[in-house]
C-alpha cells in the first residue's frame, strides 16, 4: 500500500519540488533590470528561488535579483523549514536530542511541542532577535513510511533503519529525485543492533544463527529443540514496516531461503515488544538493543564455538552481525541554510557525544588495545589447522603486537566489491580524521581477513586486494589530508583469525573484512 501510494505520488511530481502552499507566477529582475526571468516558484531556500520557466528548472541566487509577483517570499522574515519522516526509534529520541544540542550552540531557542502521537514540532528562535529563524518537524512512523513521503514530496528527509530498497530507488528515479545510493544522497547519522531477547528467568543465553532462523519461520516451535523446556515458542516481532525488523529479515531469513512464520505476535514498537517478551517464560523476540527493558539479550553464536554478543565495541567494529546503521536519506534539491548546518553539526564530535548519550552507537574513532582483544587470538589458535598453522599465526602477532586497533571496521555486500552501507560511512569518518591531522606521524595498517572458504593462499590474495582497496577508497575520500605527514600500508592474514563460523552466511561477512591497526 505504502509503495503504491508512493507510486501515485511519483507520477504527479515529475521534479522533487520543496513544499510550498501554492505554485505562484512570479519575475525575478536583476539588480540593474537588464534581465528578466519569469515563471512558477518552485521553492527559495532563504538564499536561492528555484523558478519553472519556459527555459526549464532555473535556480537563481537571490542576492542578485528582486521578485515581484503573489508568490514572493519575504526575505526578512524567512523561516527554513524542515521535515523529517520515519523510524519512530531515530524521531522520538536520537533527533531531539540532536535538535536541541544544536540549537544550543547556535544561540538558538529550541521549542519542543507534540503535535499529535506521530508528529513533533520544533521551532527555533533567534535568542538575540526573538524572531522564529527554523520549524523542524518530525513525523514518527517507520522506514517504509519515511521513504513514501520523501518520494511523495512530503518530507525533506527520511529517517530509516534500513538501507533504500531496489524498487524503492527505481521510484525515486521515477519521481525526479535521481540515484539516492550515490554518496551524498544517504549517510550514517548512528549506529543501532538488532538482538535475540527471552524473559529474564530463561536459562538459554545464546542461539545460533541458524537456529534464530528456524525459529523465526516456525521450523522450530518448541523450547526442547534449544535445550529447554517442553514448552512451545512463542515469537515476538515487530510490524512488518519495521525498518530494523526488515533489516533482520534481509540478514536472518532470506539467505537461507525462509519466510517468517505467520504465528509471530507483532508489535508497533520495542519497548511493547521487550514488555510483552520480559512477562513470557516462553517467548522469544527481536529488538532494538537501546530498547530491550527487562529481557535478557542472547549472543549470536555458531556451532563451531564462537559467540558474539551485541555491544560498544562489537556495534562499533561491526564485528557483531546485526549492527543496523540509522539512516538519513536526503533529496537532490538543495536544503535551506539552517538544515545544512544542521546536517553538519550531526557529523561533529559534539553530535556523537549526543549519540552515545542516547542509547545508540557513535561513530567516533577509536582505539581497542590489543590487551582488550584476547578471545579474538584465543579463537585463531583454536581455529588453526593444517592450512593456517603456527608460524601464520606468529606471523600476525608479530606485525600487530605493538599497535592498537581502530573501531572502524570495512565490510562488503553479499556477492560484491562494494563496500557495505556502514563501512561506506567508516570511509568518511576516517578520511576526515585524516584531514584534520588526527593521525599525523602515525602508521596505518589496513589488514584484510577472509573467511574460510577456499584455500589459505587463494583467500590471502583476496585479503589483500580488499584491503589495498580500502586503503585507496580512504586516501581518495580525504582530499585535504597531508599524506606526507602519515604512513599507510596494507596487509592481510587471509583466514588466520576468525570472527565467527563460517557455516552460516552472517559468519561469513563477518569474517570478511578489513581492520585498520596504528602505531
Given at each position: 500500500m505504502?509503495?503504491?501510494r508512493?507510486?501515485?505520488?511519483?507520477?504527479?511530481?515529475?521534479?522533487?519540488?520543496?513544499r510550498?502552499?501554492?505554485?505562484?507566477?512570479?519575475?525575478l529582475?536583476?539588480?540593474?533590470?537588464?534581465?528578466?526571468?519569469?515563471?512558477t516558484l518552485l521553492?527559495?531556500?532563504?538564499?536561492?528561488?528555484?523558478?519553472?520557466?519556459?527555459?526549464?528548472?532555473?535556480?537563481?541566487d537571490?542576492?542578485?535579483?528582486?521578485?515581484d509577483g503573489?508568490?514572493?517570499?519575504?526575505?526578512?522574515?524567512?523561516?527554513?523549514?524542515?521535515?523529517f519522516?520515519?523510524?519512530?526509534?531515530?524521531?522520538?529520541?536520537?533527533?531531539?536530542?540532536?535538535?536541541?544540542?544544536?540549537?544550543?550552540?547556535?544561540?538558538?531557542?529550541?521549542?519542543?511541542?507534540?503535535?499529535?502521537?506521530?508528529?513533533?514540532?520544533?521551532?527555533?528562535?533567534?535568542?538575540?532577535?526573538?524572531?522564529?529563524?527554523?520549524?523542524?518537524?518530525l513525523?514518527?512512523?517507520?522506514?517504509d513510511?519515511?521513504?513514501?513521503?520523501?518520494?511523495?514530496n512530503?518530507?525533506?528527509?527520511?529517517?530509516?533503519?534500513?538501507?533504500?530498497?531496489?524498487?524503492?530507488?527505481?521510484?525515486?528515479?521515477?519521481?525526479?529525485?535521481?540515484?539516492?545510493?550515490?554518496?551524498?544522497?544517504?549517510?550514517?547519522?548512528?549506529l543501532?543492533?538488532?538482538?535475540?531477547?527471552?524473559a529474564?528467568?530463561n536459562?538459554?543465553?545464546?542461539?545460533?544463527?541458524?537456529?534464530?532462523?528456524?525459529?523465526?519461520?516456525?521450523?522450530?516451535?518448541?523450547?526442547?529443540?534449544?535445550?529447554?523446556?517442553d514448552?512451545?515458542?512463542?515469537l515476538?516481532?515487530?510490524?512488518?514496516?519495521?525498518?530494523?525488523w526488515?533489516a533482520?529479515e534481509?540478514r536472518?531469513?532470506?539467505p537461507?531461503?525462509?519466510?517468517?512464520?505467520?504465528?509471530?505476535?507483532?508489535?508497533?514498537?520495542?519497548?511493547?515488544?521487550?514488555?510483552?517478551?520480559?512477562?513470557?517464560?516462553?517467548?522469544?523476540?527481536?529488538t532494538?538493543?537501546?530498547?530491550?527493558?527487562n529481557?535478557?539479550m542472547?549472543?549470536?553464536?555458531?556451532h563451531?564455538?564462537?559467540?558474539?554478543?551485541?555491544?560498544?565495541n562489537?556495534?562499533?567494529?561491526?564485528?557483531?552481525p546485526?549492527?543496523?546503521?540509522?539512516?538519513?536519506?536526503l533529496?537532490?534539491?538543495?536544503?535551506?541554510?539552517?538544515?545544512?548546518?544542521?546536517?553538519t553539526?550531526?557529523?561533529s564530535?559534539?553530535?556523537q557525544?549526543v549519540?552515545?548519550?542516547?542509547?545508540f552507537t557513535?561513530?567516533i574513532?577509536?582505539?581497542?588495545?590489543i590487551?582488550?582483544q584476547?578471545?579474538?587470538?584465543?579463537?585463531?589458535?583454536?581455529?588453526?589447522?593444517?592450512?593456517?598453522?603456527?608460524?601464520?599465526?606468529?606471523?600476525?602477532?608479530?606485525?600487530?603486537?605493538?599497535?592498537?586497533?581502530?573501531?572502524?571496521?570495512?565490510?562488503?555486500?553479499?556477492?560484491?566489491?562494494?563496500?557495505?552501507?556502514?563501512s561506506?560511512?567508516?570511509v568518511?569518518?576516517?578520511?576526515?580524521?585524516?584531514?584534520?591531522?588526527?593521525?599525523?606521524?602515525?602508521?596505518l595498517?589496513?589488514?584484510g581477513?577472509?573467511?574460510?572458504?577456499?584455500?589459505?593462499k587463494?583467500?590471502?590474495?583476496?585479503?589483500?586486494?580488499?584491503?589495498?582497496?580500502v586503503l585507496?577508497?580512504?586516501?581518495?575520500?580525504?582530499?585535504?589530508?597531508?599524506?606526507?605527514?602519515?604512513?599507510?600500508?596494507?596487509?592481510?592474514?587471509?583466514?588466520?583469525?576468525?570472527m565467527?563460523?563460517?557455516?552460516?552466511a552472517?559468519?561469513?561477512?563477518a569474517?570478511r573484512?578489513?581492520?585498520?591497526?596504528?602505531?
Open positions: 505504502i509503495l503504491a508512493a507510486a501515485v505520488f511519483a507520477a504527479l511530481f515529475l521534479l522533487a519540488l520543496p510550498i502552499a501554492a505554485a505562484q507566477d512570479v519575475t529582475m536583476s539588480r540593474d533590470g537588464s534581465v528578466e526571468i519569469s515563471g521553492g527559495f531556500d532563504g538564499e536561492y528561488y528555484r523558478v519553472d520557466t519556459i527555459y526549464g528548472e532555473l535556480t537563481v537571490g542576492s542578485g535579483v528582486n521578485c503573489p508568490g514572493c517570499p519575504s526575505l526578512t522574515d524567512y523561516v527554513a523549514e524542515l521535515q519522516s520515519g523510524a519512530g526509534s531515530m524521531g522520538r529520541v536520537l533527533l531531539p536530542a540532536l535538535i536541541e544540542v544544536f540549537s544550543r550552540k547556535s544561540d538558538l531557542q529550541a521549542d519542543r511541542e507534540t503535535v499529535d502521537d506521530s508528529h513533533i514540532r520544533f521551532t527555533l528562535t533567534d535568542r538575540q532577535s526573538g524572531k522564529t529563524v527554523g520549524l523542524f518537524t513525523r514518527l512512523t517507520n522506514s513510511e519515511g521513504f513514501a513521503d520523501l518520494l511523495a512530503e518530507a525533506d528527509i527520511a529517517m530509516a533503519l534500513r538501507e533504500l530498497r531496489p524498487t524503492e530507488a527505481v521510484l525515486a528515479r521515477e519521481a525526479g529525485l535521481g540515484d539516492m545510493t550515490v554518496p551524498g544522497r544517504n549517510r550514517v547519522l548512528a543501532d543492533a538488532l538482538v535475540p531477547v527471552v529474564p528467568g536459562a538459554l543465553t545464546r542461539i545460533s544463527a541458524l537456529d534464530l532462523s528456524r525459529v523465526l519461520s516456525g521450523e522450530v516451535d518448541n523450547w526442547t529443540a534449544l535445550g529447554g523446556p514448552a512451545p515458542i512463542t515476538h516481532l515487530r510490524n512488518r514496516h519495521s525498518g530494523l526488515q533482520a534481509d536472518l531469513l532470506r537461507v531461503g525462509k519466510v517468517l512464520s505467520d504465528q509471530a505476535l507483532r508489535y508497533n514498537s520495542d519497548p511493547a515488544l521487550a514488555l510483552a517478551v520480559e512477562r513470557d517464560p516462553f517467548g522469544i523476540g527481536l532494538s538493543v537501546t530498547e530491550t527493558g529481557a535478557k542472547l549472543a549470536l553464536s555458531g563451531c564455538g564462537f559467540a558474539l554478543s551485541a555491544n560498544r562489537t556495534i562499533k567494529t561491526e564485528d557483531y546485526l549492527t543496523a546503521p540509522m539512516f538519513l536519506y533529496p537532490a534539491r538543495r536544503l535551506p541554510k539552517l538544515a545544512r548546518d544542521f546536517l553539526f550531526t557529523r564530535d559534539a553530535a557525544i549519540i552515545r548519550r542516547a542509547g557513535d561513530q574513532p577509536e582505539e581497542i588495545a590487551d582488550d584476547g578471545n579474538r587470538f584465543v579463537n585463531a589458535i583454536a581455529r588453526s589447522g593444517a592450512e593456517i598453522g603456527l608460524d601464520d599465526l606468529k606471523r600476525m602477532v608479530g606485525v600487530l603486537s605493538d599497535k592498537t586497533r581502530l573501531s572502524l571496521s570495512f565490510r562488503f555486500e553479499a556477492g560484491s566489491a562494494r563496500l557495505d552501507a556502514q561506506r560511512s567508516n568518511e569518518q576516517l578520511a576526515h580524521a585524516l584531514e584534520t591531522g588526527a593521525f599525523d606521524a602515525r602508521s595498517l589496513f589488514v581477513f577472509s573467511d574460510g572458504d577456499g584455500s589459505a587463494s583467500n590471502q590474495a583476496i585479503a589483500l586486494r580488499r584491503a589495498k582497496a585507496a577508497a580512504v586516501k581518495k575520500a580525504a582530499e585535504t589530508a597531508n599524506f606526507d605527514r602519515l604512513d599507510l600500508q596494507a596487509e592481510a592474514f587471509g583466514e588466520a583469525m576468525p565467527a563460523c563460517d557455516d552460516s552472517w559468519g561469513r561477512r569474517n573484512r578489513v581492520e585498520v591497526w596504528l602505531r
